[in-house]
């Protein structure tokens, strides 16, 4: 029963995982930016949760839903004011603004925060756990898993649903035709961004519940995203799912053999995958 | 003798700074006489900082490959280094160079498996490979495991050319030993710019400008761009764990959050390549110089000294982004070592002077 658990606990850590990777494969999808910061803001995202928590005294679910207009705000502001700037042909602009960005806020929250390591607390909701036969699940990781589906399907239905997101699949497919259809792919980049912000502060959230997190925890977090984004198949919302439950299973199997390997297993299970099906599981073409 | 072509690289301008470059060097040789202990390991991180930037640049500024991983060959040089030291006693020196071959060879391995990756997705993989030497090596227990280890005085104690550089100079020998590392590091970062600037300037060079200009004209001309980028990647590779051994000699400790650091060995790498001016040989030179007098003097303010080389970053690549170098060199047509090919008179080839 031992190994059941451990898979399923992965399952369950590969739902956080798909959250992570969810707000990096949208933005990946529609402007083709691999941003290297979006680690620091799922960080940056918890640490305002808990700032808004403790100066109004909130509970943190009620202090996350503060956040997110706050979030999609500043994500809109990010986007329009700097990256819209960096989208050129040219692919280092991107991706070196992006890490200066990640240096700045890593050095921000340890400025402000310091470097301690802090939590978002739900009482006793933290340790409450139920039973499924054999196996017993806590809440919080099986809320986690429900809040990635839950994420996942409303992003597809906005992508494939709603106007906007008929304008943003295609903006994705043609910068150039769309601009001729009279739409600024910078202002939908903008709202890009600012969605991608929301999916960012659910993480945070979830994030902040489940573990410690500290100023440098960012990086960590991009490559877990980074990961299962790659791992599901690029430009794939459900792949990120797959993705991000291969990478916890991956994760908890290691670590239950020791404590070091955890991380270890997942990078390597992730280099294995780019070596034998390098346009990840999900895509059509091998 | 017929009618031909003939393509240049050499200025007057680069001529002179050749000169200019090798009496430079003279004078830093000598320097260890004239400057006072404290600045030598400023001069020394200085030059060891050359090195890594100049092999980052070939990589970005060349190549169109953009690397957050090369602390992974930082790492993996400094702890090769101390594997053999401690296991094997052998020469400090020689361990350093032994390391970094060592580590241009694993560097191939991994070239695999990174280039499986383009464009953004190669930065991102290269930095999971670093991530996955620190982690291996955090379980090396005879080098510490995860908290690190420190050199034994004894491993420099008879090192080569400590006792001549100590007669020298008339100094101790944690003087000379110092000396002896200052004099390495002043080789490792000479050897690197000659063979960045001459790589540059042979045929492979010519390839990788290519592939900067256009990667697609470049394969429609005949380019084999897959060789050319990972020579350059095994390359860089080389020149970087060269600088990083030297790094933890001088250090005399490692550990594999210093070693592994991608702030220490990657981003402030970059800012110093894109201060100083990317895809340029003079660039990285002077942002490593002016990254080290801010380093000195701003270093104090902890966290707010990184927001504001992370602002300047970003500053300098929106506004800017050829550098101070670059943006000076395109004002003025002033290139200190050119590799651009110019096309020579339609003169009789006479026999090079300088041959």
Known sequence: MGFLNTIIQGVLLGGLYALYAAGLALIFGVMRLVNLAHGDFIVLGAFAILAIATALGLPAPVAAMIALPFMFAFGWALQRLILNRTLKDDLLVPLLVTFGLSIIVQNGLLQVFSADSRRLSLGALETAAFNVGDITLGVVPALTFVAAILVLIGLSLLFYRTRLGRILRATSDSVEIVEIMGVDPRKIFAIAMGISFVVIAVSAFFMGVRANFDPSAGPGRLLFAFEAVVIGGLGSFWGTLLGGVILGVAQTIGGSISPEWQQLSGHVVFLAVILLRPRGLLSRAA | ?355
């Open chain 2, 1 to 355: 003798m017929s009618q031909r072509y003939v393509t240049l690289t050499a200025t007057k301008t680069s001529r002179v700074a050749l000169l200019v470059f090798l009496a430079g060097i003279i004078a830093l040789a000598i320097a260890p006489h004239l400057v006072p202990r404290s600045l030598l390991q400023d001069f020394i991180l200085v030059f060891l900082l050359i090195a890594m930037a100049q092999c980052w640049n070939l990589l970005a500024g060349y190549a169109g490959l953009i690397s957050v991983g090369q602390q992974a060959f930082v790492g993996l040089g400094g702890y090769g280094l101390f594997a053999a030291i401690v296991s094997f006693g052998m020469d400090p020196l020689l361990a350093v160079l032994l390391s970094a071959l060592c580590v241009a060879v694993i560097s191939i391995p991994v070239g695999f498996v990174v280039f499986r990756m383009q464009g953004a997705y190669f930065a991102v993989v290269t930095w999971v490979v670093a991530e996955v030497f620190r982690l291996l090596l955090a379980q090396w227990k005879a080098l510490g495991g995860g908290t690190g280890t420190s050199l034994p005085r004894s491993a420099t104690s008879d090192m080569f050319g400590l006792n001549w550089a100590a007669e020298v100079f008339g100094v101790r020998s944690a003087a000379a030993r110092e000396i002896v590392i200052y004099w390495a590091a002043l080789a490792v970062m000479v050897v690197v710019i000659a063979v960045v600037y001459r790589l540059l300037r042979s045929r492979l060079g010519l390839a990788l400008s290519a592939i900067r200009d256009s990667e697609m004209a470049a394969e429609s001309v005949g380019v084999d761009i897959g060789r050319a980028k990972f020579a350059a990647y095994v390359f860089a590779a080389f020149g970087t764990a060269l600088a990083g051994a030297l790094y933890f000699l001088d250090s005399a400790r490692i550990s594999p959050d210093s070693a592994f650091s991608v702030l220490d060995w990657t981003a402030y790498v970059i800012f110093i390549v894109v201060i100083g001016g990317i895809g340029t040989i003079e660039g990285p030179v002077l942002g490593a110089i002016i990254f080290v007098v801010l380093q000195s003097t701003l270093s104090s303010f902890g966290p707010w000294y990184l927001i504001v080389l992370g602002v300047l970053g970003i500053a300098v690549m929106l506004l800017a982004p050829k550098g101070i170098w670059g943006t000076f060199s395109a004002a003025t047509g002033i290139h200190l070592f050119p590799t651009r090919r110019r096309l020579g008179a339609a003169v009789p080839r006479e026999p090079d002077p300088e041959a």
